[in-house]
Each structure stands twice: as C-alpha cells, then as structure tokens.
C-alpha cells in the first residue's frame, strides 16, 4: 500500500506540475527533454520528500529541485549554451514558484480557444506545436517567410491569451 | 477568477518572449529578453503567465501526437514485423527500469479486470497484492526492438559515446540487456542475466533479503540493501521499483489509461486465444514507456508477450523493449542467491549500509 508520505508528496507534486513544467520548458525547447527533465523532477521529489520542511512553500522547494535538474542537464550537453544566466534563472523560479493556482485555473479554456481559432492559425498551431516544427521548417512548408510565420505564432499566443482570460472572467461571472 | 492570467505587453516584448519559445532568438536578442525580466518582478511574472500557456500548448498536443501516432503504427505495423527490425544494441540502463510498469501493470491489472468489479478498492487491492506474491516463477527474454534515433538532439549521441569512452578505459564496458534474460518471482526475487559479446555473463540479482552482483571477473558483490545493484533492474529509475510492487500499485494506475486492445487487430496478428491489453500514460509527469501492450491467456492469466514502447530517454537506451515469456518452470531454491551464480573461489565482498 503506498504510504502516507507519498501520497502527500503525490498530492503537493499534482499542484506544482504545471509551473515546474513551464519554468523547465521556458528553458529547455526540446520537448522530449522537457518530458524527460520533469521525470528526473518528479523521481528526485518522491525519493527526497521526506527532507522537504513542510513549513514551507513546496513549489518553491519543487523548483529548486528542477532548477539543479536543469542546471545538471545543461552540464551534461556542454555543447548546448544556457539560455538565461543565473539572476534570470532565480528570478524565474521566484515568479514560478509564485504561481498561484487562480492564474492556472484559466489555462483550461485553452483547448476550447483552440478550437476558435481560423483555419489558417489552427494550421499554423498544429505545425509548432503537434509537428515540433520551428518557424524556418514551417514557413517552408506552408510557402511563406520564418518572419511572417513568427509573427503568426505571437499573433496566435496573444489571442489565445485573450480569449482564456475573457472566458475565465465570463466564468467567473456566472 | 482573483488575478490576470498574464500581462499585457508591449508588442516588442511580446515578439521577443514569443521567439523565444521558438528558439528564434540570438545572443543579442536573448540579453534583451532576459534584461527586461530581470528589470522588475512583475514583467518576470509577465513571462511567467506566457510560459504556461506555451507549456500547456506543448502539453496538450505532446499527448495527442503520441495517441494517435501509437495507434496508427499500431495498425500498420503488425507484431511480427516490428520483431524483424530487431537491433541488437547495447543499450543503458535506464530504459530497462520501465518494465518495471508493464509487469506491475500485468500482476495487478489482468487479475482486476477478470475479477468480482462490485469489491470494494480496498478489499480488491489486497486481493491483487496478495495474487502477486503468490506469483509463480517466469523467465523472460529481453529485446530491444529500436534504438530511437535522436535528430532533435544530436549531442545525447555524444554524450553517450563519451561514456562508453570512458566505460572501455575503465575496463568496465556495460553489459548488454538486448538479448539477457530476466527470472522473476513473487514481489522480490530476481535474477538478470547479460551477456557480453565474448560469452562472459554480468548477472545482478536479488533473494528479498540481500542484493548481489557478480560481474565475469573481480570480487563477488553482496549487500544488505536489496535495491543496491537495481540499476541494472527494471525499476531503478523510473519511480517504479520492482520490487515494491504494493508501494507503487497505486502510482502504477493513476498514470495508465488501460484499454483492451482491438480484437480485429488482435486476430490479423494470428494470436487466436490471446488477448491484448493496452496501457497509455495519461502525462508526462509519470514515469515509465508512454505506451504499453500486454498479450496474456485470459482463462489462465499467463502474460505471453509485454511490450514496452517511447522509453524514456534522458539517459540513452532503446526507444522499445520486448519481453518473452520463455518458461514457467519453478526455479530451484537457491536460485536466487548469488552462490548459485559463481564458482566457490570467488572472492566475495560484503557490505552492510
């Protein structure tokens, strides 16, 4: 039968995973690393729970563990430059660690903004997004120029963006 | 809702933030980047609120891509033809730790799905510890199907052929788990067994109260920890020992999706009789292979075939793992302790933790 603790430390890991995950990605871009990094997150927490100080924040404590993972991972692949320096990385993880689970909340309207989305944003979204592809790979694809394909992406972001908030207030409301 | 999702930004900004998440920006720009985060707390949570929302686009479609990928080589890649792509690789190991979930996965689940669903989870989850220690003695074959080639980061390449390097230097060159054989019995009992090229064996294993490797030369290893040689055994790093099957039962059905495999597809592959079960991890944040396939007898619950498929790979290893059931035979008593597995004058090191 699993055990107290790590149900508890399960239970705090649920509600932390979305912040850890971003503040892995926001500085690892391959995907499959990203996945592979939140694991070696995930393994390290079970194994060291029982250090955690339960007196304070386990999102602070649960970046700080994948802050190390990544800063190992880096390490490991010299060939591969940091993208941020370390005050951009401690202020991150300070304002991941700060992440309230209202400011989360509204990320479940994403698929539903999706799906509003025009035929020729979904296309673009599917190709970054499903297919890993990068701007250069897609504006190949679709016969068009990475800058413009860049400027759709951000085009994209800033009206999913918008439209999570409009339907989390109007959620709110009801 | 108390708080906004993310600020608003200035366009320039938002440019600059949103390349960043393609990875278009170069050293200039990401000084940019990092000096307008660092210039106050609030626009560090401004980026903050974008990084979600890229990581939940990320998230979303990583599961949706994996679903319908496994399901459309499923369907187009019959059994017997992926087993004719066989490599035969060394490989980490890492990988091996995830068939840790799939025989978790065939101890507990086949048993739950054919027994009483009105019993209440607590009672029926004794039942299913209980069948697991009553397991029998089974001896698998061990095959790694496809090393993923990795295009999106050529340097994992590297990193491994540094390692192997210095393995060989060290004259300690991993034995290979493509092609070893794997006994196991009841919840803490094993025996791994690989073998180097030249024949020599490398075989790590378990009796429930001591561990012990016995490498083909040196000192004989023993241990009071059992999980202190596990890092050849499936489980080790994959949050999912083994060995602890009631710890992680559990955890074990939280991150599956379970799902009997199409019988039409079942029948194409010629395996009258048996039945598949599928298991898909629902997130990334569980550990283990994305996808699982277990072909087992339903009237005797005898688990013919596992399937292990998108292992993780942080640290090297195939991207697909095929067990064989090979015997049922019991296993002598002493099987499972070290001196069966050496001669008498070996030199054995014992070490208490």
């Known amino acids: 039968m699993i055990d107290k603790q790590t149900e508890t430390a399960m239970r705090h890991w649920t509600l932390a995973q979305p912040a850890v995950s971003a503040f892995i990605a926001s500085q690892v871009h391959d995907v499959r690393q990203r996945d592979d990094l939140l694991q070696e997150v995930a393994v390290a927490i079970l194994e060291n729970y029982s250090r955690f100080d339960d007196s304070l924040s386990f999102k602070s404590w649960a970046i700080g563990i994948a802050r190390n993972q990544t800063r190992n991972y880096f390490r490991n692949f010299k060939n591969k430059p940091l993208l941020f320096d370390s005050e951009t990385v401690e202020n991150l993880a300070t304002a991941f660690a700060d992440v309230s689970p209202q400011s989360i909340e509204p990320l479940d309207f994403l698929n539903e903004c999706v799906d509003e989305l025009n035929s020729k944003a979904k296309q673009l979204c599917d190709l970054r997004y499903e297919k890993d592809l990068k701007p250069a790979a897609i504006a190949e694809k679709l016969g068009m120029t990475a800058n413009s394909v860049s400027k759709g992406l951000q085009r994209i972001r800033s009206s999913l963006k918008r439209c999570i908030e409009q339907k989390a207030i109007a959620g709110g409301a009801q | 809702m108390n708080e906004s999702f993310a600020e608003d930004l200035p366009i320039e900004i938002e440019s600059l933030v949103s390349r960043h998440f393609d990875g278009e920006l170069d050293h200039e720009e990401h000084q940019c980047l990092q000096k307008w985060i660092n210039a106050r707390p609030e626009n560090a949570k401004a980026y903050v609120g974008l990084a979600l929302l890229h990581d939940r686009l990320l998230e979303a479609n990583n599961q949706a891509t994996e679903q319908r990928v496994d399901r459309v080589e499923k369907s187009l890649k019959p059994f017997s033809a992926r087993k004719k792509n066989q490599k035969h690789l060394s490989w980490a190991i890492g990988a091996l730790s995830s068939i840790a979930a799939l025989l978790l996965i065939s101890l507990f689940v086949i048993p739950m799905l054919q027994g009483t669903p009105a019993l209440a989870a607590e009672t029926q989850l004794e039942q299913l510890i209980e069948v697991a220690r009553k397991s029998l003695d089974r001896t698998y074959l061990i095959t790694s199907i496809e090393f993923r080639g990795n295009k999106r980061n050529g340097s994992k390449w590297n990193r491994k052929a540094v390692q192997e390097q210095r393995n060989r230097r060290h004259g300690r060159q991993q034995a290979p788990v493509d092609g070893a054989l794997l006994h196991v019995r009841g919840e803490n009992s094993y025996v791994l067994i690989r073998r180097f090229e030249n024949g020599d064996e490398f075989v790590t294993g378990s ?126 008593d002493d099987f499972f302790q070290h001196t069966t597995h050496h001669d008498s004058n070996r030199r054995v090191s014992y070490q208490n933790e």
């Open chain 2, 207 to 332: 009796d429930g109260q001591t561990s012990w490797s016995v490498p083909p030369k040196g000192r004989v290893q023993v241990s009071d920890n059992v999980e202190r040689f596990r890092g050849e055994m499936p489980g080790n790093q994959h949050a999912i020992p083994f060995i602890t099957l009631q710890d992680d039962l559990k955890q074990i059905r939280g991150a599956y999706n379970i799902q009997w495999r199409d019988s039409e597809l079942a029948s194409e592959e010629s395996r009258s009789g048996q039945h598949c079960l599928v298991a898909e991890k629902k997130s990334a944040e569980h550990r283990g292979p994305k996808y699982i396939e277990i072909w087992f007898d339903m009237e005797t619950g005898t688990i013919f075939e596992m399937l292990l498929d998108k292992l993780p790979q942080a640290k090297g290893g195939p991207k697909t793992v095929l067990l064989e059931l090979l015997d049922q035979s019991e296993m002598p």
